[in-house]
């Protein structure tokens, strides 16, 4: 059974203050890890998908980068509109569908 | 633009009532699946569908059920609503080719309460 776990559950940063988010995932035959923002009261926004390991993406201020065990999402000089949860999700070969960690709560304060 | 949109954003049923919940896509992908979401969880997938194919979680309760009449739209129905169905239900699309399932994008959600 495919698993998914995030760490930290909460993340409070001072605005400019940079750290990383970790998704460590166990599956059987990886074929996809994704990253999406989801903020209060509203569905999950897409950021990025990984294929295999080694691959990194760059969104502004956001890097995300797999190994084959876990990956990191990198918050590089933060800003208070970066505040929301953060959720990594993974596809295995042998299913349609995602299987989400519970998300870390990212909260930025200026 | 091409978007998910839900409807309505917020619902509010009576114990035992049964409740429609609407999603429909501009993007013409070919998946769309439900989640429910309860606070500070994690999405759990209820079903989804592969074009007109209908696939169910072996965990999705009896009591949730969904029709896809076209490739833009999806419904969910709760058919006599409990106290633990009260959750933000998302609906999301994907677009799958050639054997590989892209991202997913979502809707903005409808928030269920069950009085």
């Known amino acids: 059974e495919d698993q998914v776990t995030q760490s930290p559950e909460a993340l409070r940063l001072q605005e400019g203050e940079s750290s990383s988010l970790n998704c460590s995932y166990t599956?059987?035959?990886?074929?996809?890890l994704f990253w999406y923002r989801q903020d209060p009261g509203k569905g999950p926004e897409f950021l990025f998908t990984?294929?295999?390991a080694g691959e990194e993406k760059e969104k502004e201020r956001l890097k995300a980068t797999l190994t084959k065990k876990e990956s990191f999402l990198h918050i590089t000089a933060p800003k208070p509109e970066d505040s929301a949860t953060y959720l990594c999700?993974?596809?295995?070969?042998?299913?349609?569908?995602?299987?989400f960690g519970s998300g870390t709560r990212l909260q930025v304060q200026p | 633009d091409a978007m998910v949109i839900q409807n309505p954003r917020y619902q509010v049923t009576q114990f035992g009532k049964p409740v429609t919940l609407s999603c429909s896509q501009t993007?013409?992908?070919?998946?769309m699946y439900w989640y429910q979401q309860k606070s500070s969880q994690a999405p759990k997938l209820l079903f989804h569908?592969?074009?007109?194919?209908?696939?169910n979680e072996a965990d999705t309760p009896d009591n949730f059920q969904s029709r896809r009449p076209n490739t833009s739209f999806c419904f969910l129905d709760i058919r006599s609503p409990g106290l633990g169905d009260a959750a933000m239900y998302l609906c999301?699309?994907?677009?799958?080719?050639?054997?590989?399932?892209?991202?997913?994008?979502f809707g903005p959600g409808t928030r269920l309460t069950v009085l």
């Open positions: 990984l294929y295999s």
């Open positions: 999301a699309t994907s677009r799958a080719t050639g054997g590989r399932y892209n991202e997913q994008f």
């Open positions: 999700a993974v596809k295995n070969t042998g299913r349609r569908a995602l299987t």
């Open positions: 599956v059987s035959g990886l074929r996809g």
């Open positions: 569908y592969y074009d007109k194919d209908f696939n």
């Open positions: 993007l013409n992908h070919n998946v």
